[in-house]
């Protein structure tokens, strides 16, 4: 039994309805993931080249007539330029010694005028062969999870990204 083009009007858009809806937020949803580790990749490169940059830095830089000693402001503009494309108000950076000294920067552009010198020469924190560490968090807001089960509506939720990097000083 055939039926008619009359009979089979708006089939198309029931289809579509069913299955393309789906594959739409599907493509956004492998969209925002891929873009959310491109961050978490960028905040660990980041905060990884500049525990690198601080390690050259302790204090053979101290030392009368050498003069590469560094501040938490130069840290701080180290990792902004480091982590490209990242916005310096959603970041946030805590670096620590081995005697466990802490510095945080929340945000990290709040830090770009600290004149501290480090790591600091108290407790022998910049002498050679000690371990210093940076942590960093970057807040991913994503518009996909205004669609996540139990967020609240119309609110662009997010989520925070976090790396840590260790390095001993080397000079």
Same mark, same amino acid.
């Given at each position: ?44 490169? %980041?905060?990884? /080249? ?5 390690? +050259? ?6 030392? !009368?007539?050498? #003069? ?52 600091? %020469?108290?407790? /022998? ?5 000690? +371990? ?6 970057? !807040?991913?807001? #994503? ?29």
């Amino acid at each position: 039994m055939r039926r008619s083009k009359k009979q089979e009007a708006g089939a198309t858009l029931i289809e579509f309805v069913l299955a393309g809806i789906p594959a739409v937020f599907l493509l956004v949803s492998i969209f925002q993931m891929s873009l959310a580790m491109w961050n978490y990749h960028t905040v660990a490169s %980041a905060a990884r /080249d500049t525990a690198r940059y601080m390690s +050259l830095r302790g204090r053979g830089c101290t030392i !009368s007539g050498n #003069s590469c000693s560094i501040t938490v402001g130069t840290i701080a503009q180290r990792m902004a330029q480091s982590a490209i494309g990242m916005a310096p108000d959603r970041m946030s950076v805590t670096l620590t010694t081995q005697s466990g000294q802490t510095k945080t920067c929340n945000p990290l552009n709040s830090c770009y005028s600290d004149a501290t010198v480090w790591p600091p %020469a108290s407790n /022998d924190d910049n002498a050679p062969g000690n +371990l210093i560490k940076i942590s960093a968090q970057f !807040s991913f807001p #994503s518009p996909a999870a205004m669609v996540w089960p139990g967020s609240a509506p119309a609110t662009v939720a997010g989520f925070t990204l976090g790396a840590t990097s260790y390095q001993n000083i080397i000079f």
